[in-house]
């Protein structure tokens, strides 16, 4: 069958043919969002060589199945995208014009083309959607709240000579992910490997940063050497309640970085992809944040150079949309859909996707209580006050 064709069967993607994603603590999985819990966790850099992983009989499985059109457990994300109506992960890659399916996919020869890398959970911030397994910030709280920690030792990492092995001039792409890559120093010694050993101008970079500290200019210098260089530039919300969400951060300190990395577009060639995690924490700023976006970087919500992409938040589940009460939902539809930004398709389209995704389930009894203690404890530990930030939406919701 043509690819063209597998691409419609609801369940192919060309990840598992081309790609791996690498997490702390030698954690490996088809991408970053496949559920965990739904992967041979032996599979791992402890146990294991990349390849040995890739050409497993796990994958070998997954790639039967998805030839065959079936589901995949472990892809429930990318299906509930798709079933409230937005582009998914799987079928963004699939049409990637950047990772070409037709160069980088071998039906019958998977290979390596691609990797996104968590090397490590050295991050500054300890931001509300997060935890350990991504900032080493959260360990001690996650306890307080939790009782428990998502990783074993407060900080980890990957091991790196296992990823160089695989790193060779098939590779066209290596996307940096952390904690945050600009205190990652590994992520510059790649970047040295590569260009000391392949041609890297058919190589493009992607940098998934919080934006609180900038690169140095003898980076910026070696990024010339790459095909372009694509920043996934966090973007949670704005003033408050940015500082709420990405503590212990400033707005203006990040606001100021939003546009240097931006002005970046002239001195590199560059392109940005404005990620926005949609949480209960920053739904109610949705309209702010696109009213900054139209005066700080363009009119537009999808360009050549920049796009603006939120998605639905998961997990934790009590900041998931579908964890509050009906009535607050009502509010919020009402808050999304009454504003003149909805004249544009593609902000509709994310509005109809967050109001679909909002009452697509109830999730409120089951996590009312979580929400109210993760929130009293958080607010005492960082001294924050959620009812100052939000009253307007939430008021009396516990
Ligand atoms: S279908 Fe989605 S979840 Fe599954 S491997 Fe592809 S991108 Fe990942």
Redesign the pocket.
Known sequence: MSIENLKKNG?F????WNHMFFLTNNIV???????YEKFDKILNLDNFEVNDIFYSEFYKKTREKMLKGEK?D??????EEEESGKK???QR?NDSSYIKIEETVDLNKPKIKWIELSFSNNCNLKCRMCDSRYSYKWYDEEKEIFGKTFIKNKRSYVNLNKILKIIDDNIVHIKFTGGEPFLIKEYERIIDYLIDNYDVSKIFLNYNTNCTIRPKDDLIKKWKKFKFVEFALSFDGIDDVWEYIRYPSKWKTVEKNIKFFYSLKDTINSKYVFRSTISILNIVNFHQMLDWWKENISENFHSEISTFNPTHLTFPSFLNLQSLPKEKKHKIKDYLLNHKNNENEIIRKYVDHFVNFMFFKDRYEQNKEMLKKYIMITDKNRNQDFFRIYNKFYEGLF
């Open positions: 369940s993607c060309s990840m598992i999985k088809p991408c970053c969002r496949f559920e995949i472990g892809c429930k994300r990318c299906y998914s992960l799987r890659y």
